[in-house]
Every structure is written in C-alpha cells, then in structure tokens.
C-alpha cells in the first residue's frame, strides 16, 4: 500500500509551489523593455566624419590641379633625344666659358689689394686676405709658385687663376744680407730664428757674404733654403 505523505512532506511541496509560482510570475509579469539595449546616437560623429572626407577630397583635388602630369614616354624616345640633348648642353657650357673667358682680369699679386684679389677665379675674401698677409712677411712675391705656400691653398685651386696673375718683382723689398740684424732675418718665412743667428755669427768672423754660395758655407742653410731665399736677398 502507498503511504500517505508526512507532514515534512507536504511542506516541501507547498515550498516548491511557492517558488515555481514566484518564478511564473517574474516571467510574465518582468517589463520586456528593461532588458532590450538602446541604441547610441552617432550622428555627431557621422558629421565630423563626412566633413573630414570632404577635407580630404578637396585637399586631393587641390593637389592634383597643381601637380604637373607627364605622358608616359617610352625609352626609345629617350634614346632619340638623347644626342640632341648632349648637343645642347655642350653648346650651354661654351656659352659659360666664353663668358667666363671675357670677365677675366691679370692681376698683379704684388700690388692688388685684397677686393683685386677676389677678382680670380676661386679666391674669396678669406683667401685674399691670406695672400695679402703672407705677401707682407716674405716681402712680396718673386714666382707664381709661392701662391702654393698660402695656407690652405691647393693646386686645383692654383690652377684656376695661375694664367691671371703676373708678377712684378721690382716691388719685392729684399734684405740687406750682411747688414740685417737676427730680429730681422728671422721675421722671413724662409728663415728661423737659428739659421738667422748663423747668418750673423759668421759676419762676426770678418767675413762677407758676395753671393749665393757663400750662403752655403753659413751653418744650417742648406741649398734648398738658399734657392728660395735667392730675389729677397741683396749683396751691399
């Protein structure tokens, strides 16, 4: 025979009635709209967007209206105006070296001052006052060569303007060898202080200097200090 429920029993299922009806009622009765999301309002950014777009289609526009198309062309064409081309530019380079050629100055580089010296080609204000100051310690200049001695001065450079200049060796002012003191001789860039005190150390002994190869016989002048000295040195 089937029992009959007990007590406990009985409240369990009067318990689960009460929440399955709990659960109905939450179900049905629950607003549906709480639970539907609400859609974000994007106008503002479509705006900002759409007049960027236009920003840039106009910007693109801008540009191409000031950017130069070329056609397309092909080699072969580049090879039939290729000569014509060299022919041009070698007739435009004439051109520049006649002119060149006919704004040529010959310049004395023992009496132009530095705006003459900047007359030749590649001397700026820079190499024109070195000139100018080395020309005072050697006294002037006697060959073209010597240009070679400014400092910083190259052959390249040397080469530009050698065919300008000239040279006027009646302005070179020239030591008196048998008189000079050392203070004197020693100023000379061919000369230092103890070439210059042997100079005068072998006056002392009576001796005269006549020529270039008595300088010889002085101590420390050996004959390749004696050729650049030879024009700055006069035998009294």
């Known amino acids: ?95 520049q070296y006649a002119q060149h050629e006919k704004r040529r100055y010959v310049v004395d580089i023992n009496t132009a001052d530095t705006s003459e010296m900047q007359l030749l080609y590649g001397i700026g204000p820079v190499f024109a006052n070195r000139i100018v100051r080395y020309r005072q310690r050697l006294g002037g200049f006697v060959r073209k060569e ?12 040397y080469a530009g303007f050698v065919d300008d200049i000239v040279v006027d060796s009646n302005a070179v002012v020239r030591l008196d060898i048998n008189n000079a003191t050392v203070d004197e001789l020693k100023r000379h860039p061919y000369l230092d202080y103890y070439q210059a005190r042997s100079i005068v150390d072998y006056r002392k002994y009576g001796k005269r200097i006549e020529n270039a190869d008595d300088l010889l016989l002085v101590n420390l002048l050996d004959r390749e200090t004696v050729r650049k000295l030879q024009g700055y040195i006069q035998f009294n």
């Open 1 to 95: 025979m089937n029992a009959k429920p007990t007590r406990r029993q009985w409240r369990g299922y009067a318990v689960l009635g009460i929440v399955l009806s709990a659960s109905l009622a939450a179900f049905f009765l629950w607003p549906v709209d709480r639970n539907t999301p609400v859609a974000a309002d994007h106008s503002q950014l479509k705006e900002a967007i759409a007049d960027y777009g236009d920003s840039i289609l106009s910007r693109q526009r801008k540009d191409k209206a000031h950017t130069k198309v070329y056609p397309y062309r092909r080699r072969s064409d580049w090879r039939k105006e290729a000569p014509a081309f060299r022919q041009e530019n070698h007739q435009y380079e004439e051109k």
């Open 146 to 157: 010597q240009l070679l001695e400014v400092y910083g001065m190259d052959s390249v450079r």
